[in-house]
């Protein structure tokens, strides 16, 4: 298993930043590691809601929304068959910015348990560029998306 983290800190207001993470079928608009997405769910967005991602390397992976805590925490976890673990977010506002902590658990499965280093090498990079695209994404397009 392994654990990758990052820290950023991002010029709007928690809520604004929440908002964008949790409109997982609209990923693929502003993340470049993202191909495709789509809300596989209906009704309102927390715990259990599900979505599917076209991920570059991957493939066609659902994705649900766990450990749900608005404008503060969620985690987005993959069912896949090649990788367990998920992307947890966790939000901090400070004076209309907000600290995102990043922890990407990365648990291969199968034989990618035998690329488990190039998939690790992988996940730092696409860590990296999902966070530079939040980023921009927030601060380029203030305000909700719903």
Aim: net charge positive.
């Amino acid at each position: 298993m392994t654990v990758l983290r990052l820290s950023q800190t991002i010029r709007r207001p928690a809520d604004e930043v929440f908002d964008v993470i949790i409109h997982c079928g609209e990923f693929a608009t502003w993340n470049p590691t993202i191909r495709a997405s789509r809300q596989l769910s209906t009704g309102e967005i927390g715990n259990g809601s599900r979505f599917e991602w076209d991920l570059k390397g991957f493939g066609p992976v659902g994705q649900e929304l766990q450990e749900f805590e608005r404008n503060r925490r969620v985690r987005i976890v993959p069912d896949s068959k090649a990788i367990a673990g998920g992307h947890r977010f966790t939000l901090t506002g400070m004076s209309g910015q907000t600290r995102v902590d990043h922890e990407l658990e990365m648990i291969p499965r199968g034989v990618f348990r035998l690329v488990g280093p190039v998939m690790i090498r992988v996940g730092r990079k696409n860590l990296a560029a999902t966070a530079d695209a939040l980023k921009r994404r927030v601060e380029e397009t203030p305000g909700p998306t719903t």
